[in-house]
């Protein structure tokens, strides 16, 4: 079943995901009221009605384009933990951020954007990035590249000796171990800035516009759809004991997504060597 549908045309997918963002979240972008924020686990972890309204959007037109899927969805799990374990089932899985992004979104500012990935079985299959202030589209199908908005995009490599740019998460948002592992990337080499939205920073990967990401933090809704962005665009991905990332969940953190292997090479050791200097 789920091989024919890949085959089939999933330009139905790019429609659902556009026709979302169109009803309820650009209509909100810069027009929040004070009572359409609100704080789930702290200042720096907002949702929107926009994030409610365009997740019910998906679940349902998801669903509907292909029978028998089920979908995980950041506030659906937020609401009950266990729609979660749907990750590790024998169903497809849709795996939704409706606003990733919420803070930029939140202040009007364009960095954000929607993501969906499609899953079975713990494979990647099909992710979808749509920036709808910028109305752009990255597709990426498993075996058949990475597009925006048509166009194939390739990550390619930094000069051997380059100063790598990396995206990581906070340091203070985590453990200490996982912290020392991530100023690991504050040496020379390294030219390291906080993240803004996971999902923009996936595609400046996937593009060459970027040459890593480093994350502490696991949730699928955040990186499905990004790693197989960056996957079908020649990069790779590794976590910190060197096994492939899982979307389930039970990596070992932080990871990373890079340009080519010799990048995300230098960017384990970097971690390696920040968490070590604490042991």
Known sequence: MIDAFLAGDLTDIEAAVRAAAAAEIMPRYRQLAAHEVVEKNGPHDLVTVADRRAEEHLTASLARLLPGSVVVGEEAVHADPRVYEALGGDAPVWIVDPVDGTRQFVRG????CTLVALAHRGELLASWTYAPARDEMAVAVRGRGARVDGTPIHAGSPAPDAVLRVAMSHPDYTTDEQKAALLGLRA?????RPCGSAGLEYLAVARGESDAVAFNWEYAWDHAAGLLLVAEA??????LSGEPFRIAGGNALPFTAARDRATADRVL???????????
């Open 234 to 239: 020649g990069g790779t991905q590794s976590t």
């Open 188 to 192: 020379e080499g390294f030219a390291a």
């Open 269 to 279: 050791a970097a971690l390696r060597e920040g968490r070590s200097e604490t042991q």
């Open 109 to 112: 500012e364009p960095g954000f």
